[in-house]
């Protein structure tokens, strides 16, 4: 009968409770980490549009003085439009998400003149009609967003 020499532990003996911890607490940090990662909720949304909209509207004003000619930007269904760009220059007009809507009748009238008037867009989500964004400028310096005041 073979026996074991002394100070040697059989090797069947599995995991102990501390192994077992540090892997689900391992696995946890890293489900949490990926759920972080691919969160892409209607309020990052509705943020990634008015940022993709205050890129545009500045696109379009930068055009409207180089070219010398007025631009208009309104909404319309499913998206918005820009008026008086040169043909080539037209960007995307539909918005990044089904939700976003722009709140009241706006149209902004961005140049050709270097200093506009005060004027401002609000969007919100349909799926969060509570959170809405305001992207504006004061007629001087670039259009920026920021929290919308609630009615």
């Known amino acids: 009968m073979p026996t074991s020499a002394p100070g040697n532990k059989d090797s ?3 995991f102990t409770l501390l192994e077992l911890l540090v892997v689900v607490a391992i696995i946890a940090f890293a489900t949490a980490g990926v ?3 691919l969160r892409d909720t209607e309020s990052v949304q509705l943020e990634r549009e008015a940022q993709r909209l205050s890129a545009l509207l500045e696109s379009a004003r930068v055009q409207s003085r180089t070219s010398g000619l007025p631009v208009r ?3 319309v269904q499913g998206g ?3 008026d008086g760009l040169p043909p080539g220059a037209k960007p995307e007009t539909g918005w990044l998400s089904a939700s ?3 709140q009241g009748s706006v149209t902004l009238v961005l140049g050709p003149e270097p200093i506009i008037g005060p004027q401002a867009v609000v969007l919100t989500s349909s ?3 509570d959170r809405s964004l305001r992207v504006a400028t004061d007629g001087l310096r670039p259009f920026a967003l920021s929290r ?3 009615p």
């Open 148 to 150: 919308a005041a609630t």
């Open 35 to 37: 759920s972080f990662a």
């Open 12 to 14: 069947s003996r599995g």
């Open 100 to 102: 976003t809507q722009v």
């Open 80 to 82: 918005f439009r820009f």
């Open 127 to 129: 799926t969060q009609p």
């Open 73 to 75: 930007w309104y909404a």
